[in-house]
């Protein structure tokens, strides 16, 4: 099954790249934009029988290793494959 994982900076936590985005993107002319957050966003393929069973080892793997959960968040899709 591939597990999608979307890793997200928690609320009140400095994006110092997000800023410096944010303002490259003023630079080129785009004012409209207010905001930039970075995160990150990893497949894993993982042999599981069940879509349950892959995001509970996908989950221990985001709090082992791909996630920094003190000060990120993370967000676990599985794909059944067909």
Same mark, same amino acid.
């Given at each position: 099954?591939?597990?999608?994982? %979307? $890793?997200?900076?928690?609320? /009140? ?7 410096? $985005?944010? /303002?490259?993107?003023?630079?080129? /002319? ?8 970075? /995160?990150? %966003? ?25 996630? &920094?959960?003190?000060?990120? &968040? %993370?967000? $676990? ?6």
């Amino acid at each position: 099954m591939l597990a999608r994982v %979307y $890793i997200t900076l928690k609320n /009140g936590v400095l994006d110092p790249q997000g800023k410096a $985005i944010l /303002g490259s993107l003023q630079d080129l /002319g785009f004012e409209d934009t207010s905001d930039v957050r970075v /995160g990150k %966003y990893i497949e894993v393929q993982v042999d599981a029988k069940t879509a349950s069973a892959a995001r509970e080892r996908v989950a221990q793997m985001c709090q082992k290793l791909l996630a &920094n959960t003190v000060i990120e &968040n %993370y967000h $676990i899709e599985v794909m059944e494959e067909s």
